[in-house]
């Protein structure tokens, strides 16, 4: 049941992604707004305010990082304690065996789900289904998402890439609506059939943005309340949780839940703010009466370990993607698994191996937006170099870009070589035209390419010199 | 990016790191750099060693190559006091890259590469934070209207964005414009730019649109590689409208002594 991976095809997603109209129209207006409404909202107040908050957000996360293991022990006990029954799952097919086991407990036949791209890790809805379980993603783009048989292509905007018009011949194919380009009337319908859905379920399923340790709670955000009625109105609430999302005080999550909307939807806080301490108390009329967390590694402990630890502070708000260039052009599935953007660059290669995500990394201009707009100052650049390393460490590099690289550094260590490779080139020029050979034929193909000057600047140095002497 | 303050470079010569596509491509540019620093009284030297910075290399993981061509900087330029270069990128490899590269156990590089950083700076750079020049009394010889593209490097690297504007707005005979997301990447990248040119020119495209709606005539830049993939594009796009370094706008509106 595992999530397929087509990130070694990123060139060719990519292409398919930029020939398509109304996915450039869609990416383009989203990722510009969110990038837009962040700024607007983060520097509010002014830009050292919104500076401070970044790094007070980061070091509230670096400092939950480094005290991990510890913090989880704390956690658990916690939420034991608030009535959470408390489950580990190492790996995907332990997480979904988990909660088959729950739903199978509790005679589980209908799961609604609020958003979580964990479980889009783990294939979760896969999973159920396949226990002829029934799902129903209840927020609204995934709830599209899911009637298109699709995956989310942007992490807070899983719909980001499909334009309205899409959207509603999806709602007049899969579930009879009457036609309207009116979005409140899609809304509306959209609603009417999850409410529904609402009523009906035993069981369901969130995510959880954060995890706070010393109150043993699941700290959820939302905007359509869709996450709220999942986990209060039935029978068994399960939350699946990565062990990266732990943070130490409800303190820190008051920094984070600013920081979050702010930096995804340009919002001072979300809709619905949520801090979950597990099923209902004996005095209580509501609430679910059996809460569960399960804790889910699924690759992060490994990931512990490296020098790319810090992409686990990742608190998922997608500011990367909206401001980074590459992810404007392509949008999410380009990226060929569960994350896109810079973000996905990194976090792909690091869940799902660098050999078959090859040219992540290089999916990149490096123009640094994305460190730039992080609320947690991950340095994604900074990873993307180092895992551009690794592929030539680990030979996963074209034998035509080493030898070519070998040849260059020759040119560039001796300035009689490079002198003479810049003659070269220019005779080559000439003798070439307007369009270059082989590889560098890819510059040529969209733009022009300047002429090597007659005479190098060190010759008119020299000329200079000369006669001034 | 806020850089620890550094020791000021008045009054030190300035060995220039031409870079390697404007020696070849450009040298020109590399001119109006020794005219403008020449008319403000400084003493310019050219060390004939230098080849690249490395950066080709470094950006697509060939570390042992970088290290190799970054040795041979530490080398041709051992005798430099302070280094201007006119490039953001090239500058920002000199200053937050090479540190990297190496560890105090390498001994005399780790040193070079430490000395390297903290002596370099971006023209723009050395100009207004260095010299603390604001306004260089010049003025074009005929009325031209600009808007400034803020090379990415220069800006999330470096930390600068203001220098350019600062100069071109006290600039006589020049009118500053806006430029419609003037801070995103134009989609050059280095090799990028090979590797993926379909993407690239997405990117590409999307600049020469906003190029294209911008009053103004010319597109200042401090980055010859960024304008050689903004003015690639806008020339197969059939655009009037071309990229210029800030150097060479800069030295237009020198006196005619220019040699």
Same mark, same amino acid.
């Given at each position: 049941? /595992?999530? =397929?991976?087509?990130? !070694?095809?990123?060139?060719?997603? +990519? #292409?398919?992604?930029?020939?398509?109209? %109304? *996915?450039?129209?869609?990416?383009?207006?989203?990722?510009?707004?969110?990038?837009?409404?962040?700024?607007?909202?983060?520097?509010?107040?002014?830009?050292?305010?919104?500076?401070?908050?970044?790094?007070?957000?980061?070091?509230?996360?670096?400092?939950?990082?480094?005290?991990?293991?510890?913090?989880?022990?704390?956690?658990?006990?916690?939420?034991?304690?608030?009535?959470?029954?408390?489950?580990?799952?190492?790996?995907?097919?332990?997480?979904?065996?988990?909660?088959?086991?729950?739903?199978?407990?509790?005679?589980?036949?209908?799961?609604?789900?609020?958003?979580?791209?964990? /479980?889009? =890790?783990?294939?979760? !809805?896969?999973?159920?289904?396949? +226990? #002829?379980?029934?799902?129903?993603?209840? %927020? *609204?783009?995934?709830?599209?998402?899911?009637?298109?048989?699709?995956?989310?292509?942007?992490?807070?905007?899983?719909?980001?890439?499909?334009?309205?018009?899409?959207?509603?011949?999806?709602?007049?194919?899969?579930?009879?609506?009457?036609?309207?380009?009116?979005?409140?009337?899609?809304?509306?319908?959209?609603?009417?059939?999850?409410?529904?859905?609402?009523?009906?379920?035993?069981?369901?399923?969130?995510?959880?943005?954060?995890?706070?340790?010393?109150?043993?709670?699941?700290?959820?955000?939302?905007?359509?309340?869709?996450?709220?009625?999942?986990?209060?109105?039935?029978?068994?609430?399960?939350?699946?949780?990565?062990?990266?999302?732990?943070?130490?005080?409800?303190?820190?999550?008051?920094?984070?839940?600013?920081?979050?909307?702010?930096?995804?939807?340009?919002?001072?806080?979300?809709?619905?703010?949520?801090?979950?301490?597990?099923?209902?108390?004996?005095?209580?009329?509501?609430?679910?009466?059996?809460?569960?967390?399960?804790?889910?590694?699924?690759?992060?402990?490994?990931?512990?370990?490296?020098?790319?630890?810090?992409?686990?502070?990742?608190?998922?708000?997608?500011?990367?993607?909206?401001?980074?260039?590459?992810?404007?052009?392509?949008?999410?599935?380009?990226?060929?698994?569960?994350?896109?953007?810079?973000?996905?660059?990194?976090?792909?290669?690091?869940?799902?191996?660098?050999?078959?995500?090859?040219?992540?990394?290089?999916?990149?201009?490096?123009?640094?937006?994305?460190?730039?707009?992080?609320?947690?100052?991950?340095?994604?650049?900074?990873?993307?170099?180092?895992?551009?390393?690794?592929?030539?460490?680990?030979?996963?590099?074209?034998?035509?870009?080493?030898?070519?690289?070998?040849?260059?550094?020759?040119?560039?260590?001796?300035?009689?070589?490079?002198?003479?490779?810049?003659?070269?080139?220019?005779?080559?020029?000439?003798?070439?035209?307007?369009?270059?050979?082989?590889?560098?034929?890819?510059?040529?193909?969209?733009?022009?390419?300047?002429?090597?000057?007659?005479?190098?600047?060190?010759?008119?140095?020299?000329?200079?010199?000369?006669?001034?002497? | 990016?806020?850089?620890?303050?550094?020791?000021?470079?008045?009054?030190?010569?300035?060995?220039?790191?031409?870079?390697?596509?404007?020696?070849?491509?450009?040298?020109?540019?590399?001119?109006?750099?020794?005219?403008?620093?020449?008319?403000?009284?400084?003493?310019?030297?050219?060390?004939?060693?230098?080849?690249?910075?490395?950066?080709?290399?470094?950006?697509?993981?060939?570390?042992?190559?970088?290290?190799?061509?970054?040795?041979?900087?530490?080398?041709?330029?051992?005798?430099?006091?302070?280094?201007?270069?006119?490039?953001?990128?090239?500058?920002?490899?000199?200053?937050?890259?090479?540190?990297?590269?190496?560890?105090?156990?390498?001994?005399?590089?780790?040193?070079?590469?430490?000395?390297?950083?903290?002596?370099?700076?971006?023209?723009?750079?050395?100009?207004?934070?260095?010299?603390?020049?604001?306004?260089?009394?010049?003025?074009?010889?005929?009325?031209?209207?600009?808007?400034?593209?803020?090379?990415?490097?220069?800006?999330?690297?470096?930390?600068?964005?203001?220098?350019?504007?600062?100069?071109?707005?006290?600039?006589?005979?020049?009118?500053?414009?806006?430029?419609?997301?003037?801070?995103?990447?134009?989609?050059?990248?280095?090799?990028?730019?090979?590797?993926?040119?379909?993407?690239?020119?997405?990117?590409?495209?999307?600049?020469?649109?906003?190029?294209?709606?911008?009053?103004?005539?010319?597109?200042?830049?401090?980055?010859?590689?960024?304008?050689?993939?903004?003015?690639?594009?806008?020339?197969?796009?059939?655009?009037?409208?071309?990229?210029?370094?800030?150097?060479?706008?800069?030295?237009?509106?020198?006196?005619?002594?220019?040699?």
């Amino acid at each position: 049941m /595992t999530v =397929e991976i087509q990130s !070694n095809d990123f060139i060719a997603l +990519a #292409d398919i992604a930029l020939r398509n109209p %109304d *996915l450039q129209h869609a990416v383009a207006a989203g990722t510009r707004g969110g990038y837009q409404k962040r700024a607007e909202t983060m520097f509010a107040h002014s830009r050292e305010h919104g500076e401070h908050m970044r790094q007070q957000a980061a070091e509230a996360k670096r400092r939950a990082l480094r005290n991990l293991p510890d913090l989880l022990e704390t956690a658990e006990r916690n939420l034991s304690a608030n009535g959470w029954q408390v489950e580990w799952a190492e790996d995907a097919a332990e997480a979904n065996r988990l909660v088959l086991d729950i739903a199978r407990r509790h005679k589980v036949q209908t799961v609604a789900k609020s958003k979580s791209m964990l /479980t889009e =890790e783990l294939g979760l !809805n896969h999973a159920l289904e396949a +226990a #002829d379980l029934r799902v129903v993603e209840t %927020d *609204l783009g995934e709830y599209i998402i899911q009637l298109n048989d699709e995956t989310p292509s942007h992490i807070v905007a899983p719909v980001m890439h499909k334009t309205k018009a899409e959207i509603r011949d999806i709602f007049i194919r899969e579930l009879g609506m009457e036609p309207t380009d009116d979005a409140e009337a899609m809304v509306a319908f959209a609603r009417k059939m999850l409410r529904h859905d609402f009523l009906n379920a035993d069981m369901g399923i969130s995510g959880g943005n954060f995890l706070i340790a010393e109150t043993g709670s699941v700290g959820l955000v939302m905007n359509e309340g869709n996450g709220r009625m999942c986990t209060s109105m039935p029978r068994v609430h399960i939350a699946l949780v990565g062990i990266e999302k732990i943070v130490e005080t409800v303190e820190d999550y008051a920094t984070l839940t600013q920081v979050l909307p702010s930096s995804s939807t340009g919002q001072k806080l979300t809709v619905y703010t949520n801090i979950l301490n597990g099923p209902r108390r004996a005095d209580e009329d509501d609430g679910p009466q059996h809460s569960y967390v399960i804790l889910v590694d699924n690759g992060r402990s490994q990931i512990y370990g490296t020098d790319y630890a810090e992409a686990l502070t990742c608190i998922r708000c997608g500011a990367c993607q909206n401001a980074c260039p590459v992810y404007r052009s392509t949008g999410g599935h380009a990226y060929g698994w569960v994350y896109g953007g810079p973000i996905g660059a990194v976090l792909t290669p690091l869940f799902v191996g660098l050999e078959n995500a090859q040219p992540l990394p290089h999916a990149s201009s490096l123009c640094g937006s994305c460190k730039q707009v992080c609320p947690v100052d991950i340095d994604l650049p900074r990873m993307l170099l180092d895992l551009r390393w690794e592929l030539v460490r680990d030979g996963h590099s074209k034998t035509g870009w080493d030898a070519a690289m070998k040849a260059w550094a020759i040119g560039m260590t001796s300035p009689r070589r490079f002198a003479l490779g810049g003659a070269t080139a220019r005779a080559g020029q000439h003798i070439m035209g307007e369009y270059l050979p082989g590889i560098l034929g890819n510059w040529t193909k969209h733009r022009d390419f300047p002429d090597f000057a007659p005479k190098p600047f060190r010759r008119l140095w020299k000329e200079r010199n000369n006669d001034r002497a | 990016m806020a850089l620890p303050a550094r020791e000021s470079p008045i009054g030190k010569p300035v060995s220039l790191f031409v870079t390697c596509i404007v020696d070849m491509i450009y040298p020109d540019t590399g001119m109006s750099v020794v005219d403008i620093l020449e008319h403000l009284g400084v003493s310019v030297d050219f060390p004939p060693a230098q080849t690249c910075c490395g950066q080709p290399a470094f950006n697509s993981g060939y570390r042992d190559e970088t290290r190799a061509v970054a040795k041979h900087f530490f080398k041709a330029f051992q005798d430099a006091e302070l280094i201007v270069t006119p490039s953001g990128s090239c500058a920002t490899m000199l200053r937050h890259e090479y540190p990297t590269l190496f560890t105090p156990a390498d001994g005399t590089p780790y040193e070079q590469a430490q000395r390297i950083a903290a002596i370099t700076w971006e023209f723009s750079e050395y100009l207004v934070d260095g010299l603390g020049i604001r306004d260089l009394d010049l003025s074009l010889p005929a009325p031209e209207s600009f808007a400034v593209h803020d090379a990415c490097h220069g800006l999330r690297g470096l930390g600068l964005g203001g220098a350019s504007r600062q100069l071109l707005a006290r600039l006589g005979n020049a009118e500053l414009h806006d430029l419609k997301e003037c801070e995103v990447c134009c989609g050059f990248g280095g090799l990028f730019s090979i590797k993926m040119p379909d993407v690239s020119n997405a990117m590409l495209t999307n600049k020469v649109e906003n190029i294209n709606a911008s009053p103004a005539e010319t597109i200042v830049t401090g980055d010859v590689s960024c304008l050689t993939q903004m003015n690639g594009g806008l020339s197969r796009q059939k655009s009037a409208k071309r990229v210029v370094h800030l150097a060479d706008v800069l030295a237009k509106a020198l006196p005619e002594e220019r040699s």
